[in-house]
C-alpha cells in the first residue's frame, strides 16, 4: 500500500466518523428532555447552556447536520469508489457501492443512533461545542436551506398549535411515573393541581340541604348545642331562612363575647364571602385569602343558597381528603362482596377511577394465578369505547337515569354498571351498590 492509498483509507475513515457525528447529533437533538438540560443549565453546565442555545435554533441545526452527513457520505463514496478501481479496475464501481452501503448503515447510521437514543442529554452535552463549528462553518448554505424553507412553507402552508395541551401535559405525568421518575402519590397530586383551576364551586361546595347553620333568633344554648354537635368552629347565621345568611359566628367570639361577655349575636358576627356557582376555586381561594375568610357562601341563579365552600374543601381538591381528630372517617366508596358501596356525594368521574383500579388489580392477579392464559384485552381500545363521562355526583345521575323521585330498591342499568339505590333521604340518594355488568 502506497502513501496515496494510505491517505485514501485513512480520510474515508474520518469521513465515516463524521457521517456517525452527524447522525448521533441528530438523533440526539430531536429526542432529549429541554427540561433535563434547563436543569443542567441552571446548575452553571456550560455545555448545557450551549445545547439550550442551538435547540432554540433548531432549524439551523437541523439543516447542518442533514448538510454535513450529506457531505461526508458523498465523499466517503467518492474515496471508496477511488480506493476499488484502483484495486479492482471498472468492477470495483459495484464493490464500492456495496461496501459503502454496508459501512454507512451500520457505522454511519445504525450504531450512532442507537447509542445516541440510549442517552440523548450525554450526547447532546459532548457533541455540542463541534457542532456548534459546524453550525457556523455551514452559515452560507445554513441561509439558502433557510430561504428554500420558507417557499416550501408558502407552498404548502401546514396549520396547527404546536403548543403543549392540558392532556398531554397529564400523559407526560403518567410517563414519568412509569419511568419511575415519580411515585403514585406525587403523580395524583400533580393531575389534581393541573385539574384544579377546572373545577368550579358549585361542583365541591356542600349542598344546602347539608348546611349546619343558626338562625339570628336562635337562644345561646341552642348555638351552643349546634356547636358541640357539629364540632365545627364557625357556623353561618342566617335570617328568617338559610337563604338570607348575614353573616359568621365564631365559636371562640361566641363563648367569650356572647355567653360571657353577655353581647347580642348580631354584634359579633363576621362578614360573609357570596360567590356565585360558576366561579372557579383557583379565583375562589384567592378571593378568600383576600377576604381573610375560611368560608364562602355559594349563590345561584335566583340569589338563592346553593351551598358553602370551605377553605379546607379547597385544599381537598389540592391534597385529598383532611381528616383531623373530630371528624368520622367515611370511606366515600369501597369494595363489598360482589361491587362497590358508593356514596352518592362521591364524583361520577372518581366512582369510575376506583372501579376501573380494582378491577385491573383484579385482572393482574388473576393471569399471575393463571400464568400463560388468554392474551388481555386491548386497554387503548377499551378507553377508546368509553363513553364520556359526566363530571356530576353519583346521586345527580342516579336522579338522572331514574327519570323519577329515588325510592330504595330503585334499580338501572348504565355505562356497564347495575346501580342499585341503598338508601335515601329526602328524595336524595345517600347511599348505592354499585356492580359491573
Not at 296 to 315: H, K, P, R, Y
Not at 388 to 408: D, F, M, Q, R, Y
Request: net charge negative.
Amino acid at each position: 500500500m502506497n502513501y496515496h492509498t494510505l491517505i485514501l483509507v485513512v480520510s474515508l475513515g474520518g469521513l465515516l466518523g463524521f457521517s456517525a457525528f452527524f447522525s448521533a447529533c441528530e438523533t440526539a437533538f430531536s429526542s432529549l428532555s429541554r427540561i433535563k438540560l434547563k436543569n443542567l443549565a441552571a446548575k452553571k453546565n456550560r455545555r448545557a447552556k450551549l445545547a439550550l442555545k442551538l435547540l432554540d435554533s433548531y432549524d439551523k441545526l437541523l439543516s447542518t447536520v442533514l448538510i454535513g452527513n450529506n457531505i461526508v457520505n458523498i465523499a466517503s463514496s467518492a474515496l471508496a469508489t477511488l480506493l476499488c478501481v484502483e484495486f479492482f479496475g471498472h468492477g470495483g464501481v459495484s464493490l464500492a457501492a456495496f461496501v459503502m452501503t454496508i459501512l454507512v448503515l451500520l457505522f454511519g447510521e445504525i450504531s450512532p443512533k442507537t447509542l445516541a437514543k440510549e442517552s440523548p442529554e450525554r450526547t447532546a452535552l459532548r457533541s455540542a461545542p463541534l457542532l456548534s463549528f459546524f453550525i457556523v462553518i455551514f452559515t452560507p448554505l445554513n441561509y439558502l436551506t433557510a430561504a428554500w424553507k420558507k417557499i416550501i412553507v408558502k407552498l404548502f402552508p401546514v396549520k396547527g398549535e404546536r403548543v403543549i395541551t392540558e392532556d398531554e401535559l397529564l400523559t407526560f405525568v403518567e410517563e414519568a411515573r412509569l419511568d419511575g421518575g415519580i411515585n403514585r402519590q406525587e403523580e395524583e397530586m400533580i393531575r389534581q393541581a393541573i385539574e384544579f383551576d377546572d373545577l368550579t364551586a358549585a361542583q365541591i361546595c356542600t349542598p344546602r340541604m347539608d348546611i349546619e347553620a343558626v338562625s339570628e333568633t336562635d337562644s345561646a344554648a341552642v348555638i351552643d348545642a349546634k356547636f358541640a354537635q357539629t364540632g365545627f368552629s364557625r357556623l353561618p347565621v342566617f335570617q328568617g331562612s338559610i337563604d338570607n345568611i348575614t353573616g359568621l359566628i365564631l365559636l371562640k367570639d361566641f363563648h367569650h363575647k356572647v355567653i360571657n361577655g353577655g353581647k347580642p349575636l348580631v354584634s359579633v358576627l363576621k362578614p360573609v364571602v357570596f360567590v356565585t356557582k360558576t366561579i372557579k376555586i383557583s379565583r375562589l381561594l384567592r378571593t378568600l385569602q383576600r377576604r381573610q375568610s375560611h368560608l364562602a357562601v355559594v349563590v345561584d341563579e335566583f340569589g338563592g343558597t346553593l351551598g358553602i365552600v370551605t377553605f379546607e374543601d379547597i385544599m381537598e381538591e389540592l391534597v385529598g381528603e383532611i381528616w383531623d381528630e373530630h371528624d368520622e372517617v367515611v370511606e366515600a366508596i369501597r369494595e363489598v362482596a360482589g361491587g362497590f358501596r358508593v356514596l352518592g356525594n362521591l364524583s361520577l368521574p372518581d366512582m369510575f377511577d376506583f372501579i376501573h383500579a380494582a378491577r385491573a388489580g383484579q385482572d393482574n392477579a388473576g393471569e399471575h394465578a393463571a400464568g400463560n392464559g388468554d392474551e388481555a384485552p386491548d386497554e387503548d381500545s377499551a378507553e377508546e369505547d368509553k363513553p364520556a363521562i359526566p363530571n356530576v355526583s353519583v346521586g345527580s345521575w342516579a336522579l338522572e337515569k331514574l327519570g323519577a323521585l329515588p325510592k330504595t330498591g330503585d334499580e338501572f342499568v348504565s355505562m356497564g354498571l347495575r346501580v342499585t339505590v341503598w338508601k335515601v333521604r329526602r328524595h336524595r340518594v345517600l347511599e348505592a351498590f354499585v356492580k359491573p355488568e
